[in-house]
């Protein structure tokens, strides 16, 4: 267990609706990332969030928002959804203070199918 | 740009027997770090191990080891004595010190590890 804990596991809706995942880092660590894992893809770094604001984007679609929020969960919001956005949305969480020792610690992802 | 390459899709390795997958990365950045994670199907990330770029020896955690060559920009991942468990995809990552501390990953080597 990671201690990154992200919510729902699965969802599955339809094109053109609007999704928000959830995510909550691990106790004390300050920057959460978000990754998009598809077939095609593979993993994409889409944003990082350090202590409630903004720090990198990555390639991350205008359709798509984040935020941290005071308590330092972060959620992810998709909108108008196409089929293509289908795939495994990581969260990661980390220390955050821009060195380069320390993994990220994973969450188990949440699985969006876009029908 | 920071750029890692995994340019084996798929590897096979019979039980016991040692593994080497392979990963290459380009970076300008001075201070980097290296890491490896397996994701079994299940589909949750799990960190292996870390190099940094000043390290002087090669990382090993249990059966892995990082096989680190810097002026070839190389971080092959060694499993030995391999076990039906380590069925799953590998992915390299790296970190660098102009790049906040998120990670950049490779697009991942398939293992399936047979009796």
């Known amino acids: 267990d990671s201690g990154v804990t992200q919510t729902p596991k699965h969802l599955i809706t339809a094109t053109g609706q609007r999704v928000t995942l959830r995510c909550s880092p691990r106790?004390?660590?300050?920057?959460v990332y978000w990754y998009q894992q598809s077939l095609d893809q593979g993993l994409q770094f889409l944003i990082q969030y350090y202590n409630g604001e903004e720090r990198a984007k990555g390639n991350i679609l205008e359709r798509f928002s984040a935020q941290q929020f005071p308590d330092l969960h972060s959620e992810l919001n998709l909108s108008s959804l196409e089929l293509g956005d289908s795939a495994l949305y990581f969260c990661?969480?980390?220390?955050?203070?821009?060195?380069?020792?320390?993994?990220?610690?994973f969450g188990e992802g949440s699985r969006l199918t876009v029908l | 740009a920071q750029k890692i390459t995994q340019t084996q899709p798929g590897m096979f390795v019979q039980e016991k027997e040692a593994v080497t997958l392979d990963c290459t990365y380009d970076?300008?950045?001075?201070?980097?770090?290296l890491f490896w994670y397996k994701q079994p199907s299940s589909g949750e990330m799990i960190f292996l191990i870390y190099q940094g770029s000043y390290d002087q020896q090669n990382a090993t955690e249990g059966r892995y080891s990082l096989n680190f060559q810097k002026a070839r920009k190389s971080a092959n991942l060694v499993i030995s004595a391999s076990q039906l468990g380590d069925s799953a995809m590998y992915f390299c990552?790296?970190?660098?010190?102009?790049?906040?501390?998120?990670?950049?990953f490779g697009t991942g080597t398939r293992l399936q590890v047979f009796p």
């Open positions: 970076t300008s950045d001075p201070s980097y770090g």
């Open positions: 990661a969480s980390s220390a955050g203070q821009g060195i380069v020792t320390g993994e990220l610690f």
């Open positions: 106790s004390g660590d300050l920057s």
């Open positions: 990552a790296m970190k660098s010190s102009g790049n906040t501390d998120k990670l950049i």
